[in-house]
């Protein structure tokens, strides 16, 4: 496939879901703050560098674990989003807190506050952050539930990333995963593919490895989120490893590794 110059091609706003397989070990249900720590100094960097970033966390072990117990436990809806949005709340803030002491100025937008989710749109008000950004904060949403009839359903960060990148004129989505990019029937990474061919590719949903609890995931989920949100603004979707060191930064100036899903 041919590999295009990736330097810098994206002025102005980028926006990244980190992966919650990324900043938290859904085996020990833990922040990886190791991680968490030199994913912020990344984006701190790209801050520092003129980059306006719109950061949306996964749940991780904080909110598909939560989610999941919920279920299991057929929780009374209004028991399940008071226990999810507890956690969840609790992972954004570390990261908040994380991302503030290196210097980001990150805003926290609940996602089951300012958003009304339809299926896989999340349709939110994206207004107040456009407004607030203006006076240089950094935006942070996540994977959240909410009130549907009656009952409580999850939006995740991978659809809430493509509208938001499609509100703020992103014209790039990274999603920071814990592979090194979508990886084919083959087993090997794709570097570039447009998003017509992935939905007729042969790839399949990989097992995931150890027993991540997951109540969304997958490459699958990714690619209904493009498929339901996607803009003519948003011109590429990238999927980095934010294990490795260096990914997020380089995928926020322009220039990451992984696969590239050209829209
Ligand atoms: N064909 C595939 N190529 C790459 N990854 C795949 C594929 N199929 C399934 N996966 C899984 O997708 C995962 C990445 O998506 P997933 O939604 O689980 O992660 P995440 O976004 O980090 O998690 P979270 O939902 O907590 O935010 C990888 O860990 C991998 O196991
Ligand atoms: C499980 C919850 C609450 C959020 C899911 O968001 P995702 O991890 O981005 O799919």
Redesign the pocket.
Known sequence: MQTRSRAGRYPGVRVI?I??SVITDKRTFKLNYAIANRIAGEIAAAVSNGIKVGI?????S???V???SARMLDAPPADALTL?TM??FELVLAMADILASKGVKPVVYPPHSFCDPDGLVPRCNWNSVLRDMKVGVTPLV????YACGESWC?????E??IEMACSLGSPLVVYVTDVDGVIDADGKVIDEIHVDELEESSIVEQQKTGSKI????GIK?KLDAIRANRCLTLREILVTNGLREGNTYAALMGHGSGTRIIL
């Open positions: 879901k992966g919650g949306v966390l996964g749940g991780g904080y909110g598909h939560a989610a999941s999810v956690y969840m996540y994977g959240d539930v999850i939006v995740s960060g991978d809430l990333a997951d109540v969304t995931g989920r």
